[in-house]
């Protein structure tokens, strides 16, 4: 999708619909608004002290990137019921409130949008979680930009070898599906791991949505 067609469709009212009350204000525990980002340290794998626990054998690790809080909201739900650990990717530097107005085609965001090369080189504050080996389950997290994943997550994509891996993308968007985000990001992994795609969550969210989806999942662990 690319920026004309998304605002045209109206990516815009439906995400400030989302955004302005109907969002995931039941998952509980949570603030709103905001950048995101209390929970879990920059760039840091935290321990996830509660939950439901992982199946054994398996660790899993929730990465995410998260521009205004819905993608962490989401991630924590996983991470509490799988007991994962939790890493949020801050990219460096990140993205001021300016840069994410796709409105403005001047905008950082419209700006990499526009010339791919800008892309490649965003760096993230850490790129490479600490005990990346000990992981056999990764839940890879984004919001959805003009159709695919958050570039921010295309970083940590490359900077790490998914071998031996399985790997379940998820996002959140205000009206666009998951589409061909996972399936890219598994190419930017050069065919190592086990990919599948999750789901992406639009419109109001519940830890119910993110639980009943966690139950759908056909995981090895
Ligand atoms: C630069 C940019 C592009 C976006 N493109 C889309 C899109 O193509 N389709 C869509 O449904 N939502 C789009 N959105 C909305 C976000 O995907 C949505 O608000 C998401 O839930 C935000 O997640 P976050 O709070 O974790 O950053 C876009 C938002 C931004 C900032």
Redesign the pocket.
Same mark, same amino acid.
């Given at each position: 999708?690319n920026r004309r067609e998304?605002l045209r469709i109206g990516?815009m009212s439906m995400?400030a619909l989302?955004?302005g009350g109907c969002g995931l204000s039941s998952l509980t525990g949570e603030s709103s608004g905001g950048q995101?980002g209390s929970s879990a340290a920059a760039g840091t794998a935290a321990s996830s002290s509660s939950g439901t626990a992982a199946a054994a054998g398996g660790k899993t690790l929730v990465v995410y990137y998260? /521009?205004?809080?819905?993608?962490?909201r989401v991630a924590e739900v996983i991470a509490r019921e799988r007991g994962a650990d939790i890493m949020k990717l801050v990219p460096s530097p990140d993205y001021t409130e300016a840069d994410?107005d796709?409105n403005d085609a001047s905008s950082r965001?419209s700006r990499e949008h526009d010339d791919a090369s800008l892309r490649e080189k965003i760096q993230l504050q850490k790129a490479v979680p600490d005990n990346w080996a000990s992981y056999d389950t990764v839940f890879i997290g984004y919001?959805?930009?003009?159709?695919i994943a958050a570039w921010p997550v295309d970083a940590f994509v490359k900077a790490n070898d998914f071998s031996g891996k399985q790997v379940v993308t998820f996002a959140?968007? /205000?009206?666009?599906p998951l589409g061909n985000s996972g399936k890219l990001l598994a190419e930017m992994a050069g065919g190592k791991g086990s990919w599948q795609d999750g789901t992406c969550f639009t419109g109001s969210l519940s830890d119910a949505k993110v639980t009943d989806w966690l139950k759908s999942l056909k995981l090895s662990n």
């Amino acid at each position: 999708m690319n920026r004309r067609e998304f605002l045209r469709i109206g990516g815009m009212s439906m995400m400030a619909l989302v955004l302005g009350g109907c969002g995931l204000s039941s998952l509980t525990g949570e603030s709103s608004g905001g950048q995101a980002g209390s929970s879990a340290a920059a760039g840091t794998a935290a321990s996830s002290s509660s939950g439901t626990a992982a199946a054994a054998g398996g660790k899993t690790l929730v990465v995410y990137y998260s /521009a205004t809080g819905r993608t962490e909201r989401v991630a924590e739900v996983i991470a509490r019921e799988r007991g994962a650990d939790i890493m949020k990717l801050v990219p460096s530097p990140d993205y001021t409130e300016a840069d994410l107005d796709y409105n403005d085609a001047s905008s950082r965001v419209s700006r990499e949008h526009d010339d791919a090369s800008l892309r490649e080189k965003i760096q993230l504050q850490k790129a490479v979680p600490d005990n990346w080996a000990s992981y056999d389950t990764v839940f890879i997290g984004y919001p959805i930009w003009w159709g695919i994943a958050a570039w921010p997550v295309d970083a940590f994509v490359k900077a790490n070898d998914f071998s031996g891996k399985q790997v379940v993308t998820f996002a959140t968007a /205000a009206s666009s599906p998951l589409g061909n985000s996972g399936k890219l990001l598994a190419e930017m992994a050069g065919g190592k791991g086990s990919w599948q795609d999750g789901t992406c969550f639009t419109g109001s969210l519940s830890d119910a949505k993110v639980t009943d989806w966690l139950k759908s999942l056909k995981l090895s662990n």
